[in-house]
């Protein structure tokens, strides 16, 4: 399953953003979705993930109330909504598809990853 992630941009402290995630020509209504970021020289971290159905989400502490993930299974899509963002915000932001159905937080069970939408944010 190829992903292709996009929406990112470079903002100023305080705008929001909606990064897209999609899989053209394939589906992934039966698996759990995530967002995880990474910064140049750290590890990649967990910002969101959103069940197969939709219903259920999680995120990390960090974003929680700034963050909103969602998934639209008749398009393919997942989303991610951020609001108020922050100059520590600013990171390489990843979509991807777990092996599981429910939510999972870990990237090792992430088997397919998009490309990376860069966020930068300037205060």
């Known amino acids: 399953v190829q992903l292709q992630a996009s929406g990112g941009g470079s903002v100023q402290a305080g705008d929001s953003l909606t990064l897209s995630c999609v899989a053209p020509?394939?589906?992934?209504?039966?698996?759990?979705m995530g967002w995880f970021r990474q910064v140049s020289g750290k590890e990649r971290e967990f910002v969101a993930a959103?069940?197969?159905?939709?219903?259920?989400?999680n995120s990390a502490d960090s974003v929680k109330g700034r963050f909103t993930i969602s998934r639209d299974n008749t398009k393919n899509t997942v989303y991610l909504q951020i609001d108020s963002l922050k100059p520590e915000d600013t990171a390489v932001y990843y979509c991807?598809?777990?092996?599981?159905?429910?939510?999972?937080?870990?990237?090792?069970?992430?088997?397919?990853w998009g490309q990376g939408t860069q966020v930068t944010v300037s205060s």
């Open positions: 959103v069940n197969w159905s939709g219903r259920v989400t």
């Open positions: 020509g394939r589906t992934f209504s039966n698996y759990s």
């Open positions: 991807a598809k777990s092996l599981y159905s429910s939510i999972r937080v870990t990237p090792a069970v992430y088997d397919y």
